[in-house]
Every structure is written in C-alpha cells, then in structure tokens.
C-alpha cells in the first residue's frame, strides 16, 4: 500500500512540474526579421527616328538625370545610365524609322522624358509611374524648330591615358540659370542640342575617379556646332602613412593658424579656395 501510495505522489509531483491541465501563458521573445521591399513599375513606347540625325532620349527624375538613350536609323548608338537601379532595354526596327524603349524596375513617382533632336523642338513627358503596373505611352514625333538654335559637342579623356571616358554627367547653363544635361557615350562624347544663340553658357564636369572642372562656353553662332576637347584629371589616391609621419598624400589638411615672421596670426581657411598655400619653416635669428 505503501508503494502505491508513494508512486502515486511522485506521478502527482511530475503532472504539477509540467504544468498539466492549467492556462499558462508562453512568452516569445524571438526577433521578428522585417524585410523592405521596393515597389516598382515600368513604362515603354516608341520614337519616331529622323533620317541623318541622332534622336536623344534623358529620362530624369526630381531634375536628376538617370539615364540616357541615343536612336539612329542604323539602331541604338548608346544607352547609358547614371548609376540609377532602373532596367533599360531599346531597340530599332531596321528601315522601320521606330525606335522601341522599355523602362523597368523603376521606383513608383513622377518621372520627365526628355526626347529632342538638332533642329527639332524638344518635347517633354511627365510620366507617372504606379507599383506593379506597365504603362504604354504613345509614339513621340518631333516637330522642327522655327527659330535658330546652336549646339555644343565634345569628347572627355584621361589627361594620362588618352582614353574615352563614359557615363560622365555634365550640366550646361545659361545665363538665364536653364540647366541643360547630358551623359558621356562609351566613347566619351557628349551633346548639348538646340541651344539659345548668341549666349555664354557654363559647363560643369563631375566624376567621382576625377577633379571637377568647370569650363566656360562662349556664345554659340547660330545653327552652328561648337566642338570641345576636354580631359580630365584622375584624383590623387591617398597614401597610407604610419602613425607619426604626418597626413596621406592626398588627404584634406585640418584648419590650422600659425604666425608669420612679424607675428601677425594666418588661417589655413583664409586662403584655401583662392590662393594655393605652401608652409615654410625656418630657423629664426639666435
């Protein structure tokens, strides 16, 4: 009876220990793992392409260009992109004077198509751009100019190497304050079409492997091609120096001010960006 009684206890002691038959609330202190997705669409259409010149297609989005697409009667002479994540795919029709465009994978929001060509009015789409839907968009025909225009055109290389550079962003403008903007071809060329005549412009050259340049443009006679030559400056690499041995080549200088022989007190900050600045040490008069 005994051992009945005490098996009894132990198998009353183990049902209590597992929390049999009650209402426990379990705690879940796992991590949730959110994942971010971008919603995106696409859009595509048709150009109507000109016999003996280069249609441009500049997509741009908040005044920012993305990318940049070039049709001729013999295809596609260049599609370049200005490090945006949109997919895009182009194609012409040998003898059909249609060139075919397709933008995808592009974030939803206003998006401007700028398609234009020398001695044709340029002509502006706003397009929106809804998540996981496609929009066909009519077929853009150009429409020749009245008023005479200029144009600008020109070549970026490596000051060392001689070589093309592409996918340059360049901004053009005027002195109104109109900025005009273009991207560089596999070959490094660029063009500025259907300009205001007789007015000075100011081109501005950034790339992240170079120095910025500015250069400045004078006016351009009417119905002609203005023709620049340009090369670029690779940036310095930094050189690593060990600790105690001063800054790398190439490295940005902290703001200092020291005295000069007569005592009177100089900021670095006074002169950089005008003037360039070497530091001299000497030994003073014992």
């Not at 994540?85 to 060139?99: D, E, L």
Request: hydrophobic share 40%.
């Amino acid at each position: 009876m005994k051992q009945i009684q005490v098996c009894l206890a132990l198998a009353l002691l183990l049902f209590a220990g597992l929390n049999c038959g009650t209402d426990s609330t379990v705690e879940e202190t796992g991590d949730t793992l959110v994942v971010e997705t971008t919603a995106t669409g696409a859009f595509s259409g048709t150009v109507e392409i000109i016999e003996g010149e280069t249609v441009y297609m500049r997509l741009l989005k908040a005044g920012q260009l993305l990318a940049q697409m070039e049709f001729t009667m013999d295809g596609v002479k260049s599609v370049r992109q200005a490090g945006s994540s949109i997919a895009i795919s182009s194609s012409t029709i040998s003898g059909s004077g249609v060139g075919n465009y397709h933008i995808k994978e592009a974030e939803i929001g206003d998006y401007t198509l700028q398609v234009s060509a020398k001695g044709y009015q340029t002509k502006e789409l706003i397009v929106t751009v809804i998540a996981d839907q496609g929009i066909s968009l009519d077929k853009i025909a150009l429409v020749a100019l009245e008023q005479p225009v200029s144009h600008l055109q020109g070549i970026l290389t490596d000051v060392a190497t001689g070589a093309p550079i592409p996918g340059v962003h360049l901004q053009l403008t005027d002195k109104s304050g109109k900025v005009y903007e273009a991207l560089t071809t596999d070959a490094g060329v660029f063009t500025f079409e259907n300009l205001p005549v007789e007015q000075a412009f100011s081109l501005k050259i950034e790339h992240a492997s170079y120095e910025n340049t500015e250069v400045a443009v004078q006016p351009i006679p009417a119905s002609e091609t203005f023709e620049l030559d340009l090369k670029l400056i690779p940036q310095l690499e930094a050189e690593e120096l060990d600790p105690g041995q001063g800054l790398s080549l190439g490295s940005k200088a902290p703001d200092f001010e020291l005295s000069d022989g007569n005592g009177k007190a100089h900021t670095l900050a006074d002169y950089i960006g005008n003037k360039k600045v070497v530091l001299v040490f000497f030994r003073g008069v014992w």
